[in-house]
């Protein structure tokens, strides 16, 4: 039975000073798991996503985990690094 591993996405749009420093904060608490975030433009992926700018475009930075709203604005750091130290719940996306 492999482990299930936690998905950690940024959302953000370029040229956001919020969006950078929130993405270097979270690539610093996700190493400490072994994991990798990963980033998606708003903006570019409004082309196949348009609802995923409405949602969250005027946030940003949003970070996901597992598909859920974790924070936006900033990285709430203790709540992320309690958040990971769990395994992801049965049914929770990835």
Same mark, same amino acid.
């Given at each position: 039975m492999s482990v299930r591993a936690h998905s950690v996405v940024l959302l953000t749009r370029a040229g956001c000073g919020l969006c950078a420093a929130a993405l270097t904060e979270l690539a610093t @608490?996700?190493?400490d798991f072994g994991l990798t975030p990963d980033a998606v433009d708003v903006d570019a992926a409004a082309a196949t996503d348009p !609802?995923? #700018?409405?949602?969250? =475009?005027? /946030?940003?930075?949003? @970070?996901?985990?597992? =598909? /859920?709203?974790? !924070?936006?604005?900033? @990285?709430?750091? &203790? #709540? $992320? #690094?309690r958040d $990971?130290?769990? %395994? %992801? /719940?049965?049914?929770? &996306? /990835?």
């Open positions: @608490v996700c190493a !609802s995923l #700018r409405a949602e969250y =475009g005027d /946030r940003l930075p949003v @970070v996901l985990l597992n =598909g /859920r709203e974790h !924070s936006y604005f900033d @990285v709430d750091e &203790p #709540r $992320l #690094r $990971l130290s769990q %395994p %992801p /719940r049965a049914g929770e &996306p /990835r």
